[in-house]
C-alpha cells in the first residue's frame, strides 16, 4: 500500500516509501517500536534508578506515569526528556 499526503500547495502525493497515516499497519508498528525503544527502557529506568514504586500504562502512544515519591517522578521527567530527545533524530 502506497503513502499518500499533501506536499505545501496542496497537491495530493503517492510515495511507495512509509505506511498511510491511520493505516492498520501504523499502530501494529508503533507498538513495535515503542516496546523497545520506552517500555524495556523503562523497566530498565526502574530496576536502576526507583527508590519507590513506579506505575507506567502506556495505550498506543500515549502514557502515564504514577510515582511514589516527587523526587522519582523528577529524575524520570528529566531522564524521559533526554530518552525522547535522543531518539527524535
Known sequence: MAARGCDG???????????????????????IY???AFDLWVEQWRRRH???????????????AGFQFQDDAE???RAVAQRLKANSG
Open 50 to 64: 526507583a527508590k519507590s514504586d513506579v506505575i507506567i500504562v502506556r495505550y498506543a502512544d500515549d502514557w502515564v
Open 9 to 31: 500547495r496542496g497537491q495530493v502525493t503517492r510515495s511507495e516509501l512509509g505506511t498511510v497515516q491511520g493505516g492498520s499497519i501504523s499502530p501494529l508498528l508503533a507498538n
Open 34 to 36: 515503542l516496546h523497545y
Open 75 to 77: 529524575r524520570f521527567e
